[in-house]
């Protein structure tokens, strides 16, 4: 069964605690895409990877780092993160021209 | 002006009614998703198209791309049909670009 499996799903934190999303995926796909959604603003891309070793800025990638060591994985970290960044976050599978494939989300809320 | 537009923004309908959202994007675009998000948060892709129509079910998605507009439809809807559903577009970017979405609630 194809899978995009995020962890954790739902995550209360600090400000400035690190913290890492973790996402999976087992249907070999070249690229992967980080999302955020707040409400009004829809969903909007912070980081993207093409294959591995490759990556590259979305819209918002302010206070966001991620890495692309292998094909399946693609986490997606938060060095220091700020309330500004709570948020429902979706890892996504699938080339723009091709079907998406969507984790179940993760809810993020930094205090 | 957004480049990807939806309307309604929400959408009340009784169980059994047949229900159009609509979508309208100002790029060229190479294909175009309409995506449906459950109550809980979840997002599942329901069509991706570039031309023509495609039906799945009671679904049925048409784009128009001379007229740059697409349409979802729901046959004989139902209240498990209620969620927020968003078209998204691929154009000259290598990224998508979203609309806000149409929140839909079927009644019984």
């Known amino acids: 069964e194809a899978q995009v499996t995020q962890n954790p799903r739902y995550l209360i934190t600090v400000t400035g605690k690190k913290l890492t999303v973790t996402c999976s995926q087992n249907m070999n796909h070249e690229y992967m895409s980080w999302y955020r959604q707040d409400p009004g603003l829809g969903l909007r891309q912070i980081y993207y990877?093409?294959?591995?070793?490759?990556?590259d800025k979305g819209d918002v990638p302010e206070g966001y780092k991620v890495s692309r060591k292998e094909k399946r994985n693609f986490p997606l970290i938060l060095e220091s993160p700020s309330p500004n960044q709570t948020s429902l976050y979706f890892c996504v599978t699938g080339a723009p021209d091709q079907p998406q494939h969507f984790g179940d989300g993760t809810r993020l809320s930094i205090l | 002006k957004n480049e990807v537009e939806q309307s309604p923004q929400n959408l009340t309908a009784q169980e059994g009614e047949f229900i159009t959202i609509n979508c309208s994007y100002s790029v060229g675009i190479s294909a175009l998703h309409w995506l449906q998000q459950h109550p809980g948060g979840g997002i599942v892709s329901l069509f991706m198209l570039s031309s023509g129509k495609k039906k799945h079910g009671r679904l049925i998605a048409t784009i128009n791309i001379q007229e740059k507009h697409s349409s979802l439809h729901i046959t004989a809807s139902h209240p498990r049909d209620s969620a927020v559903y968003i078209c998204?577009?691929?154009?000259?970017?290598?990224?998508?670009?979203f609309g806000t979405g149409t929140r839909l609630q079927v009644f019984p």
């Open positions: 990877s093409m294959n591995v070793e490759v990556t």
């Open positions: 998204a577009v691929y154009g000259w970017s290598d990224k998508l670009i």
